[in-house]
């Protein structure tokens, strides 16, 4: 029980990680341009497209993977040019609007180019074993794979814009747009930039997922929504509050899902729970949501320039 | 555009009877489920675009809906439950009201704590909460949906007649009208809209805002709830997927394609997408290309809707002091108490 345990705070962790990839995007575009993108789950299906792609075509999956990450950046870039751009100063309805629409268009492009199967993603053979641990507790290594690529992408990220002159711009940008620019600093390129940052970050995601789900279409409008949970309840804007979010929501989801109907068979009749916990588990990071919003609606770590 | 709304209501009344016993069946078919869409649309619309409450997750309301008439049929054919199961239409209404009611009093209460933003998602992340809920309730179909074996059952009407599903699908629409157009025009009304133009103001006279968008909050929701007793009368297979949150900004697309703070936008906007949708799949099944196309300029260009359009058309436009005069009247799609603190915008 307890190794059973153990592996499944280690998958909790791991989509923790992948939804601290994603909501640091999100939180990125919002702290700074004040912008909400519900296409932000697009890019992570890039992302997963790309890889998968690249990786069938050169045969490695490092070298797909290396090759998705500028495309991805690509993508990013150019969306935020001809549309995103003109948004900015549109209230958050707009913004919500189109990139709705946004979706609607790429899931489109993505069927049209990839058609509607999904790709599975081959991984080399380092990476497809497992690893013991520790005496009886073997993990998939491209799992370990993901949650240490993560904290690296978390780490960079704390140094990228804490401890560099483009993070402090950031920063900046963060408290007073206008100030910025007056500074002579060009606010449009450095729009452009965090929006292309964010977007490799779930395009990142999505390579990272695709070998074990496959890149399929609409892959990003199922995380999305867990991913705004994530930013709800850390505290819209905040980096640290994403990242804690992003490991609870990550680890209780995973919890829930494993050990909810064992813990629902001590309290009523067994049929009963097995109707009962899919549902409750399903539920369960809604739920948290809630308790969180009724005691603090600002989030947990709300940030404080705001 | 009152004249407007008028013929559209009398287009409504006389073309999908007529298509019906000429024998253009389908078109019946496409009205009713654009007169339902309708209604949950109108319904959004009293709290979106009277007060400036962005929510997106009305879909919800419309699977509630559906599943207050098909959970009560399928025990009464299949047995189990025997304190719901049912095949009369009160029941169903009287669930489909019920249940609306307590989740939007539920979620409201919590979701409206928050503003902006915060609002947008959380409204989002409660109706993909209701989602996978209906997803993993198995016994009624789970991911793949139920089929409802027997239409709701009202004394004097049959709504396996087309004709008679329509006409009560086209009264409700009409009602709900007339009671959002006396709602918008009350004093819980003005204060609701009051409260979208300056929350601050509202409060100095002494207005618990919370309180009257609460009530608003639910009073869509039951609408909304209600549409979706109507849909499931009129599709007879209900899935979760007609509740996922692409659904809920499907929408909220309508209201804003039509027009929020128009009384009849909402219905523009559901009887241009609706036509669009279908004109669209007939030429591509890649449609949704050109309709997130569409999405996207009518938000870049069409600012106040389609209604806006009509009532202020951009070539009797004389000058831009007057184009900015009809967009503050209509720039409620949103959050309106925002501006004063936009100022830094002009980067």
């Not at chain 1, 990125?28 to 792609?53: E, K, P, Q, R, W």
């Not at chain 1, 005496?135 to 401890?163: D, K």
């Not at chain 2, 098909?70 to 304190?83: L, M, R, W």
Request: proline share 3%; glycine share 10%.
């Amino acid at each position: 029980m307890d190794s059973i345990l153990f592996i499944q705070l280690l998958n909790g962790l791991q989509l923790g990680i992948l939804l601290f990839l994603l909501s640091a995007g999100l939180t990125l575009t919002f702290g700074i341009m004040d912008f909400v993108n519900l296409a932000h789950g697009s890019f992570y299906m890039l992302g997963a497209f790309f890889c998968a792609s690249l990786t069938l075509a050169t045969g490695s999956f490092w070298l797909g993977a290396l090759l998705a990450l500028p495309l991805t950046a690509i993508a990013g870039f150019v969306v935020e040019k001809l549309v995103i751009q003109h948004l900015y100063r549109r209230d958050h309805l707009e913004h919500v609007l189109a990139t709705f629409g946004l979706i609607l268009c790429i899931d489109t492009l993505t069927h049209l180019y990839w058609g509607p199967e999904g790709i599975a993603v081959p991984l080399p053979a380092v990476l497809n074993g497992q690893i013991e641990l520790f005496e009886g507790v073997v993990f998939p290594t491209f799992r370990l794979l993901i949650i240490g690529t993560g904290c690296i992408v978390a780490l960079g990220l704390y140094l990228l814009v804490n401890h560099t002159r483009v993070g402090m711009l950031i920063r900046a940008g963060a408290s007073n747009r206008t100030m910025v620019s007056a500074l002579g600093i060009d606010i449009k390129a450095l729009f452009s930039a965090v929006f292309a940052l964010g977007a490799t970050l779930a395009g990142v995601a999505g390579m990272l997922i695709a070998p074990i789900t496959e890149a399929s279409i609409g892959m990003g409008n199922d995380i999305i929504i867990t991913t705004f949970v994530v930013i709800i309840i850390g505290g819209i804007g905040s980096m640290k509050g994403a990242f804690l979010a992003a490991l609870l929501i990550g680890m209780i989801d995973t919890i829930g899902r494993s050990f909810l109907d064992d813990f629902f068979k001590v309290l009523m009749s067994s049929e009963a729970a097995e109707t009962a916990a899919p549902a409750v588990s399903a539920m369960l990071i809604y739920i948290l949501m809630a308790i969180v919003l009724a005691v603090r609606p600002q989030g947990l770590f709300p940030p404080s320039s705001r | 555009m009152r004249w407007f709304s008028i013929v559209l209501l009398l287009i409504l009344a006389i073309v999908p009877p007529v298509a019906f016993i000429t024998g253009h069946a389908f078109w019946m078919d496409l009205f009713t489920r654009l007169v339902v869409l309708a209604i949950a649309a109108v319904a959004l619309n009293l709290i979106l675009g009277y007060g400036g409450l962005v929510s997106f997750g009305h879909a919800a309301y419309l699977g509630l809906g559906a599943y207050a008439v098909g959970i009560p049929v399928y025990h009464a054919t299949y047995g189990g439950f025997d304190s719901i199961a049912s095949y009369n239409g009160f029941v169903h209404l009287g669930i489909a009201i019920a249940v609306s009611a307590v989740y939007a009093l539920v979620t409201g209460a919590i979701s409206l704590r928050t503003r902006g933003v915060n609002f947008i998602m959380i409204t989002m992340a409660f109706g993909q909460m209701i989602f996978y809920a209906i997803v993993s309730l198995e016994t009624y179909g789970g991911d793949d949906g139920l089929t409802i074996d027997v239409r709701s059952e009202f004394p004097g009407i049959n709504l396996d007649n087309p004709l008679a599903l329509y006409g009560l699908c086209y009264g409700s629409l009409v009602l709900v009208l007339y009671l959002v157009y006396r709602i918008s025009n009350s004093r819980f009304g003005l204060t609701l809209q009051g409260a979208r133009s300056n929350e601050e103001r509202m409060r100095a006279i002494g207005v618990d805002c919370y309180r009257y968008r609460l009530t608003a909050y639910v009073i869509s929701g039951v609408i909304c709830g209600y549409a979706g007793f109507l849909l499931g009368n009129f599709t007879t297979f209900i899935s979760p997927e007609m509740m996922d949150w692409t659904r809920s900004g499907e929408i909220m697309f309508m209201v804003i394609l039509g027009g929020a703070t128009y009384l009849c936008g909402p219905v523009i906007g559901a009887l241009v997408f609706i036509l669009l949708e279908h004109l669209l799949s007939e030429i591509t099944v890649y449609w949704h290309l050109p309709f997130g196309l569409l999405l996207i300029a009518s938000v870049l260009f069409l600012r106040g809707g389609l209604a806006g359009a009509l009532s202020n058309p951009p070539w009797f436009r004389k000058d831009r002091s007057s184009a900015l005069a009809s967009d503050t009247s209509t720039a409620a799609s949103g959050t309106a108490t925002k501006a004063p603190t936009r100022a830094d915008d002009d980067v």
